[in-house]
């Protein structure tokens, strides 16, 4: 099409015309140039063809956004899990996870203390220990958990916490219960719901009753709950205070007992940065301020609004307070209580050593936590409750701007690429009013002419309207400065559609692990490499050891010098398991060191995403009796064959799964490969130098008469042996040939297992289609 400049008309006055698109019917020129008329013949087709490049904009970019959303983008697996509870919330995805450790100040995530469960082989038992989807999985809406307070009878632990409802929007008091020192957790229910929100529930003994104080601060008073029939069961005893204080803790020292909280509610009062405290004779009042009210009234930073239950250790008083200083609840931080009368008070930090979250936004706390509850178990261990989140406080929203940023962006740019190939013509009027609906009112256009903003933005549309007369007349068609200026325009409008999308419906980025019966667990990454292929492996190392629930990763080096721990970049323990011999049955060599019973054998050219990953590890907790892989693998036809994924899906069914991407039971599988009836696979498998996971496929279909292989479609899988060019099997015709061999042989040992056809799409979550 033309380019010529803009010829506009259809106005009078200096009024300018409203965005008039024509394409001139008859009269065109040779070059086939766009004008603006006044011929109203042919408004029909002006309309049409303009109409039509915006329909065609929308469905092509709306189709590439479809198509990034749907194969490119991590779904938010929370809404998954529940459909009333775990939806995304402005005030965030907080969970509660426990610690435990030798003393208040040495404290370690559940996961690193090795504990086990006999229900189920996908222990051990890994945070966060009590979720949104442990409260609305047990019937009861919530869309986070946080604030959590421990309350120890004998040996059974109750734990009570702020949950929100995910159907009132309103903060109640939950509460679980747990007979193993917090490995599992039953949810008992809500044990306090008002009109209005509650959190903060601190619990304590008084005169042999059960209190609680939660933070009730909308309701403008702080109220005092006892226990009538715990602990489900909760009657208001009186009003505390009739103030609006936030994360209120009562104490007893030295004969009185002090209260502590904060009241946003003064004329100048520094939020998060403010704290004042209170004495009486009793928990239950009166209540005498403190004489240097407000301790604290500075940088929100600073710690001073209460983050938990104080606690004594060596004889020494300690307060946990929130740092508020990025964004709320940040981090909690310690401080010993020096000084602490009614005239007086002080405090100064002290260190506490809780294991930091080394995956980013990839572990359940990774953006922040803000209350911690530590309390002496009766073995003489401590034990700590802590809630974590892995997005920043508003995070949906910013989202939310960011993406209709993009999209409003595209918007200018398919205007700006029509106004390039001709497609639009288009001139901004600078008068607020239209010129063709009869009489104006001469008041208006008096104040249009005198009004300061009505010239400014005259003055801006008439640039504008310069400015794409200018840019339509310089940009030539057949130049190179034209086609690279259009192909930029669209490769960047293509980005911004998918970097909308992406804010959009991508969810918060972070790749959360599944529950199953409302637990997490972790499990071992195996991956077997040589010298040839370090720059896969480091990508492959600091790629995966961000995934939520690995463990550790584990790097059987089969050839060549291997290489240092420090030349990887791990957020997890990397151990490199040398081999005596360049072997593919190393691949199953039984391995003492392995904390996990679940281990996930990946091939370290194959690259996917972590919510992948983390589907294929909550099948196979559902399944540990079977290998769940992300390859499917037919042996079928006479004479068996060999086939890939695209053959298995032409005869709807696989018998098979590669074993170099799929899970498996460590102690089941590995000691089944290494028996006395896979001895002569295994000798097979050494002269072949192929067919070790097809030889595993033979010995769990030989040793069950049920199904032994599941599948999980991934999202995206990359292999990167492509790039590097040292392939395991570069020639896929020569390597499925050896593997058909194998088969006849195998077959011949271990039985047929073409039989043990398994459909796609039999299970109901759809990851098998």
């Given at each position: 099409m ?7 008309s ?39 063809s ?6 065609f904009?929308?469905?092509v970019?709306?189709?590439i956004?479809?198509?990034?959303g ?23 995805s ?27 082989r996908?222990w051990?038992?890994?945070?966060p220990?009590?979720t949104?989807?442990?409260l609305?999985d047990?019937g009861?809406p919530?869309n ?9 009878q ?5 734990l009570?916490?702020?949950t ?6 309103q903060?109640?008091i939950?509460?679980?219960?747990s ?12 044990a ?11 619990v304590f003994?008084?005169?042999g009753?059960?209190?609680?104080m ?8 702080l ?14 005893e009186?009003i ?11 104490i007893?020292?030295?004969g009185k007992f ?7 509610s ?19 009042g009166?209540?005498?301020?403190h004489?240097?009210n ?6 929100e ?8 239950r104080p ?17 709320y609840?940040r981090?909690?931080?310690?401080f010993?209580?020096?000084?602490l009368?009614?005239?007086e008070f ?6 506490i ?11 359940w706390?990774?953006?922040r936590?803000?209350?911690?509850d ?6 003489g261990k401590?034990?700590g ?10 995070d949906?929203f910013?989202r939310?701007?960011?993406?209709c940023?993009?999209?409003?962006s595209?918007?200018?740019l ?12 288009c001139?901004?009027?600078v ?14 256009l008096?104040?249009?002419r ?17 400015a794409t007369?200018?840019?339509?007349a ?5 130049t190179c400065?034209r ?7 669209i490769?960047?409008?293509?980005t ?6 992406n804010y ?8 959360e692990?599944y529950?199953l019966?409302g ?7 195996l991956t077997m490499?040589?010298?040839a ?7 492959y ?5 961000r ?7 584990v ?18 323990p990397?151990r490199?398991r040398?081999?005596k ?8 060599n ?9 281990v996930?054998?990946?091939d ?12 294929g590890?909550l099948?196979?907790?559902?399944h ?10 037919l042996?079928?036809g006479?004479?068996?064959?060999y086939r ?7 005869y ?5 799964v ?5 899970f498996?039971?460590?102690l ?8 006395k009836?896979?001895?002569e ?15 595993m ?5 030989n ?28 020639n ?7 593997r ?6 195998f077959?011949?040992?271990y ?7 398994m ?11």
């Amino acid at each position: 099409m033309g380019s010529s400049p803009i010829v506009a008309s259809g106005s009078s006055g200096g009024g300018g015309g409203w965005c008039r698109w024509r394409r001139n019917g008859t009269g065109g020129n040779k070059n086939g140039n766009f004008n603006i008329s006044n011929n109203n013949n042919y408004e029909g087709c002006v309309l049409s063809s303009t109409f039509a490049y915006f329909v065609f904009s929308f469905v092509v970019l709306g189709l590439i956004g479809n198509l990034y959303g749907r194969y490119m983008l991590t779904a938010n697996v929370r809404a998954g899990i529940n459909v009333v509870g775990c939806a995304e919330d402005n005030e965030g995805s907080w969970s509660i996870g426990v610690f435990f450790g030798d003393s208040p100040f040495s404290l370690k995530p559940i996961e690193s203390m090795n504990v086990w469960k006999d229900e189920s082989r996908a222990w051990p038992v890994a945070n966060p220990v009590v979720t949104c989807a442990s409260l609305s999985d047990a019937g009861f809406p919530s869309n986070f958990v946080a604030d959590p307070f421990l309350y120890k009878q004998v040996d059974i632990l109750y734990l009570f916490y702020e949950t929100k409802n995910s159907i009132t929007m309103q903060g109640d008091i939950g509460v679980s219960r747990s007979v193993d020192d917090g490995a599992t957790w039953q949810q008992l229910g809500i044990a306090l719901d008002e009109d209005w929100h509650l959190s903060y529930p601190y619990v304590f003994d008084y005169n042999g009753n059960i209190y609680m104080m939660p933070e009730s601060s909308s309701k403008g008073e702080l109220r005092l709950y006892r226990a009538v029939d715990f602990p489900l069961k909760w009657t208001k005893e009186k009003i505390i205070m009739k103030k609006p204080l936030i994360d209120s803790f009562i104490i007893p020292y030295e004969g009185k007992f002090y209260l502590f909280g904060s009241d946003h509610s003064g004329i100048g009062t520094k939020k998060n940065g403010q704290l004042e405290i209170w004495h009486s004779s009793s928990p239950l009042g009166p209540w005498k301020p403190h004489k240097n009210n407000p301790i604290y009234n500075k940088d929100e930073s600073m710690g001073a609004r209460n983050g938990g239950r104080p606690f004594v250790y060596n004889g020494n008083l300690y307060r946990i307070g929130q740092d508020c200083g990025d964004t709320y609840g940040r981090r909690t931080r310690v401080f010993k209580v020096e000084v602490l009368t009614t005239h007086e008070f002080e405090e100064s930090e002290v260190p506490i050593s809780v294991e930091e979250p080394i995956k980013g936004r990839n572990s359940w706390n990774g953006a922040r936590n803000h209350h911690l509850d530590v309390q002496q178990l009766s073995s003489g261990k401590w034990i700590g409750v802590m809630d974590g989140d892995r997005v920043p406080s508003g995070d949906p929203f910013h989202r939310f701007v960011l993406g209709c940023a993009s999209v409003f962006s595209v918007a200018i740019l398919v205007v700006l690429v029509g106004i390039i190939i001709g497609a639009i013509k288009c001139i901004v009027p600078v008068s607020w009013c239209f010129h063709n609906t009869g009489k104006r009112n001469d008041t208006f256009l008096t104040w249009e002419r005198s009004n300061l903003f009505s010239s400014k933005i005259r003055l801006f549309c008439s640039r504008l309207n310069r400015a794409t007369s200018t840019l339509h007349a310089r940009i030539r068609p057949n130049t190179c400065a034209r086609t690279f200026i259009l192909v930029l325009t669209i490769m960047v409008s293509l980005t911004l559609t998918c970097t909308g999308v992406n804010y959009i419906y991508g969810g918060s980025g972070a790749q959360e692990p599944y529950p199953l019966n409302g637990h997490y667990s972790q499990f071992t990454l195996l991956t077997m490499t040589y010298d040839a292929r370090m720059w896969n492996l480091k990508m492959y190392i600091k790629h995966y050891s961000r995934c939520s629930s690995v463990r550790e990763i584990v790097v059987i080096w089969n050839k060549g010098i291997p290489p240092k721990l420090t030349e990887f970049d791990s957020a997890v323990p990397v151990r490199i398991r040398v081999e005596k011999q360049n072997s593919l049955n190393n691949r199953f060599n039984v391995d003492p060191l392995i904390k996990t019973r679940a281990v996930l054998e990946l091939d370290d050219d194959i690259m996917m995403n972590c919510n992948d990953i983390e589907r294929g590890f909550l099948i196979w907790r559902k399944h540990p009796e079977r290998m769940v892989g992300f390859y499917p693998r037919l042996a079928y036809g006479h004479p068996l064959t060999y086939r890939g994924e695209k053959y298995a899906r032409k005869y709807n069914g696989y018998n098979m799964v590669l074993t170099g991407a799929a899970f498996m039971d460590s102690l089941v599988a590995f000691e089944r490969y290494w028996s006395k009836e896979a001895e002569e696979g295994r000798l097979f498998v050494d002269s072949f130098f192929n067919c070790e996971d097809v030889l595993m496929n033979y010995l769990y279909a030989n040793s069950s008469s049920d199904s032994v292989v599941e599948y999980v479609r991934p999202g995206l899988a990359i292999d990167t042996s492509k790039f590097s060019g040292v392939a395991i099997s570069r020639n896929t015709q020569a390597h499925y040939g050896v593997r058909s061999n194998c088969l006849k042989k195998f077959s011949e040992i271990y039985g047929s297992i073409t039989e043990r056809k398994m459909d796609f799409g039999r299970r109901k979550d759809g990851w098998d289609l």
